[in-house]
């Protein structure tokens, strides 16, 4: 069983630092592409950051210069640093792989975590 475990949400002031770490478990034999996604209530669910399995990345225009998406393809984990944050990056925290391939051959399409509360006080 595949999963995408979203961890290093909470609450925290403006102007300071989260790390968010996304790992996924199962028999995985490749990821491809990874994102960060953020849905604030009321809104719809929007891309935050994206990173291909040859570590380039694209951004938000919201989280440029203040958000950095990484990963460590040995631990399947991608990471999301969030700087100089402020009350509108409140939301939950969604990460997604665009392919899975898992050592069986199956294929996963669009794999989702299950999120984490980010929450940024004024």
């Known amino acids: 069983q595949v999963q995408l475990v979203e961890s290093g949400g909470g609450l925290v002031q403006a102007g300071g630092p989260l790390r968010l770490s996304c790992a996924a478990s199962?028999?995985?034999?490749?990821?491809?592409?990874m994102g960060w996604y953020r849905q604030a209530p009321g809104k719809q669910r929007e891309l935050v950051a994206h990173i291909t399995s040859s570590d380039s990345t694209n951004y938000a225009d919201s989280v440029k210069g203040r958000f950095t998406i990484s990963r460590d393809n040995a631990k399947n984990t991608v990471y999301l640093q969030m700087n100089s944050l402020k009350p509108e990056d409140s939301a939950v925290y969604y990460c997604?792989?665009?392919?899975?391939?898992?050592?069986?051959?199956?294929?996963?399409?669009?794999?989702w975590g299950q999120g984490t509360q980010v929450t940024v006080s004024s």
């Open positions: 199962g028999s995985i034999f490749s990821i491809n592409n």
């Open positions: 997604k792989a665009d392919k899975i391939t898992t050592e069986r051959g199956q294929v996963l399409y669009n794999y």
